[in-house]
């Protein structure tokens, strides 16, 4: 069974819209974050999150929005969509936000914005 | 900042021949170092990492040197094999937080 759940794992979106990209992780992990990964940027920290709070955002838009509900989910929310957000987005869980801990990846979902 | 720097964007090789992908960083931090391989269309997977005791570390056959004086963490494999062929990452993360920060990646392609 998969791990690291990344709904959809396909989506594309027209300029200017809105999307949600859905991370649910079953490892029993305190440490969920977000990459991207594109032509241009290949693995790009976005957002670190530790017991369901923000520890680090590395995206320079507040168009990106990341949303835990529970502690085991991390969205991201991505508004006004742009083509050069298109690219695979990744989430990624540790054990804890150790600066050592292996960091597991999901399967990704690749985002296409016409 | 941050950064790492794989000099490599492509590498090919004759399976059989020993491999070898570069490995530069920049840290303000003393910073721990990992490899992370992707096979096509796969997430990205923690091949190895440093140790804080300075022992090598070693994973299916791959294995890397962290030389704080060079700034380096070259990959390194004796032997390459078909199944090698896939995207390297070497990446960092420090105390002040669990981010990693990733190289540009190294495509490496083994040919039979």
């Known amino acids: 069974d998969p791990k690291i759940i990344q709904k959809p794992k396909y989506l594309v979106a027209v300029t200017g819209s809105e999307k949600i990209l859905i991370c649910e992780q079953y490892?029993?992990?305190?440490?969920m974050y977000w990459y991207r990964q594109s032509a241009k940027k290949p693995l790009e920290f976005m957002f670190s999150y530790s017991y369901q709070k923000l520890m680090d955002n590395q995206t320079a838009s507040s168009r990106f929005q990341p949303q835990s509900s529970k502690k085991n989910h991390l969205d991201l929310q991505i508004t006004a969509l742009k083509p050069d957000d298109s690219a695979t987005y990744f989430c990624?869980?540790?054990?804890?936000?150790?600066?050592?801990?292996?960091?597991?990846f999901g399967p990704g979902t690749r985002l296409t914005v016409l | 900042g941050d950064s790492v720097t794989q000099t490599e964007g492509l590498v090919t090789l004759t399976e059989g021949l020993p491999v070898m992908l570069n490995c530069t960083y920049q840290s303000t931090y003393s910073p721990f170092l990992f490899w992370y391989v992707q096979h096509l269309n796969e997430a990205p997977k923690l091949l190895l990492k440093s140790f804080t005791d300075n022992k090598r570390p070693e994973h299916q056959g791959f294995h890397a040197t962290l030389h704080k004086s060079s700034s380096s963490f070259h990959l390194q494999k004796s032997s390459a094999q078909l199944s090698d062929s896939a995207l390297y990452y070497c990446a960092l993360s420090h105390n002040a937080g669990a981010k990693l920060t990733f190289g540009g990646g190294t495509r490496l392609t083994v040919r039979p």
């Open positions: 990624a869980s540790s054990q804890d936000r150790d600066n050592y801990a292996e960091q597991f």
């Open positions: 490892l029993g992990h305190n440490a």
